[in-house]
């Protein structure tokens, strides 16, 4: 069974829709974070969270928002989309905070913006 | 802040050769190392984790030589089969930002 789910695998959005990916793991870490992959970038860091508290936002514009609604949950809600968004957005979990700690990946939603 | 380089972007070996993947990381103080393999439209799974007090580390079939002098990370798959062509990242943690910093990938091709 997977251990981090991501949904949904693809999104098509227009430009200046909102959307919100949604990921849930169940390997009972504590930390949880966000990744982006484009096709022009390595793959980056966005966003750590532990506890369901926001520990680290490399994000610089704030039209993205992680929400935790739980310890296990970390959506990432995406405002006024635009055609740069469009990206691979890879969530990511590890049992705590810190480079002992092996970050394991979700399997990614594939965001498009027309 | 951190960057880490890594070559060669492509890589075509044929079953039963070795492949190897060189990263170069630029901050001294990066504690942690890890590599990951990602399948075409697959999340990363993680292959390897080596800490920076270790020189070299052997885990089925794979080898990570830690060269902290040169700040030089290497992966040697050694009897490489098809089923191990994919995207690897070299991916350090620590130094500037306690964030994971990615290599650029290498795609491996490996010829039956």
């Known amino acids: 069974d997977p251990k981090i789910i991501q949904k949904p695998k693809y999104l098509v959005a227009v430009t200046g829709s909102e959307k919100i990916l949604i990921c849930e793991q169940y390997?009972?870490?504590?930390?949880m974070y966000w990744y982006r992959q484009s096709a022009k970038k390595p793959l980056e860091f966005m966003f750590s969270y532990s506890y369901q508290k926001l520990m680290d936002n490399q994000t610089a514009s704030s039209r993205f928002q992680p929400q935790s609604s739980k310890k296990n949950h970390l959506d990432l809600q995406i405002t006024a989309l635009k055609p740069d968004d469009s990206a691979t957005y890879f969530c990511?979990?590890?049992?705590?905070?810190?480079?002992?700690?092996?970050?394991?990946f979700g399997p990614g939603t594939r965001l498009t913006v027309l | 802040g951190e960057q880490v380089e890594q070559r060669p972007p492509h890589l075509s070996v044929p079953e039963g050769d070795s492949a190897v993947i060189i990263c170069t990381y630029t901050?001294?103080?990066?504690?942690?190392f890890y590599w990951y393999k990602q399948e075409p439209g697959a999340g990363l799974q993680l292959l390897m984790s080596?800490?920076?007090?270790?020189d070299r580390k052997e885990e089925q079939g794979l080898t990570v030589l830690l060269n902290k002098k040169d700040k030089q990370l290497s992966l040697n798959l050694t009897a490489a089969h098809p089923g191990d062509s994919a995207v690897y990242f070299c991916v350090g943690y620590g130094g500037s930002g306690n964030k994971l910093i990615f290599g650029t990938g290498t795609l491996l091709s490996v010829k039956p």
């Open positions: 990511a979990s590890s049992q705590g905070l810190g480079g002992s700690y092996e970050q394991y």
């Open positions: 901050d001294s103080a990066t504690a942690y």
């Open positions: 080596v800490f920076s007090n270790v």
């Open positions: 390997l009972g870490h504590n930390a």
